[in-house]
T-cell receptor
């Protein structure tokens, strides 16, 4: 059974703080993704990674960066948090090319005040 | 890039009735179309998917149809039950590194 975990379920940060969101998967998946979910906007891709130390911009990368030093761990970094980054953040992983199902983590609800 | 539009944004049906959610996509190279279900407070989970070489796929009470010419695909749920109440997301992908583009979601409410 695939397990994708995220470091926090709820997080409150102040404007300007540096924020780290971590995601870990335990099934040796090649691909990992970070999405943000906002009402009426669906799931929007921030960044994804198809290999260790590899990353690709998604549809809304501005204000975010990522790190993937190990295959099982994918971190999302908000260099200087702003109130418009208040959202639900979802991490996901998938096995390899040809196996498309994405397995999601439980999400981190981030509030920036 | 790919753009996926999803309708309706909300849908209420009586228990036992059918529900249909429709999506259109813009990139004719898209060849994989998954549907995810997200129950309240839970993570999205894949419920069914279809590839572009198939026109229809069924799994018990759910089915997905694909019209490549018109670039639209639909989710059909028959004999709806209260546990079908959730937000449903359609998505499209051109394959490659498996980046998918999601629709904006449909909140389905099944009224007992």
């Amino acid at each position: 059974d695939v397990k994708v975990t995220q470091s926090s379920r709820y997080l409150v940060k102040r404007t300007g703080e540096k924020v780290f969101l971590e995601c870990v998967q335990d099934m040796d998946h090649e691909n990992m993704f970070w999405y943000r979910q906002d009402p009426g906007l669906g799931l929007r891709l921030i960044y994804f990674s198809y290999d260790v130390k590899m990353k690709e911009k998604g549809d809304i990368p501005e204000g975010y960066s990522v790190s993937r030093e190990k295959k099982e761990r994918f971190s999302l970094i908000l260099e200087s948090a702003s109130t418009n980054q208040t959202s639900m953040y979802l991490c996901a992983s998938s096995l390899s090319p040809g196996f498309y199902e994405q397995y999601f983590g439980p999400g981190t609800r981030l509030t920036v005040t | 890039g790919e753009n996926v539009e999803q309708h309706p944004s909300t849908l209420s049906v009586q228990e036992g009735d059918s529900a249909v959610i429709k999506c259109t996509y813009s990139d004719s190279a898209s060849n994989y179309f998954p549907w995810y279900k997200q129950e309240l407070g839970k993570r999205p989970q894949l419920i069914i998917d279809i590839r572009s070489n198939v026109g229809e796929k069924k799994d018990q009470r759910i089915a997905v149809t694909l019209n490549k010419t018109a670039k639209h695909f639909s989710l059909h749920i028959t004999e709806t039950q209260p546990e079908d109440s959730a937000v449903y997301f359609c998505a499209a992908s051109t394959g490659g590194y498996q980046k998918v583009t999601f629709g904006t979601g449909t909140k389905l409410q099944v009224i007992p």
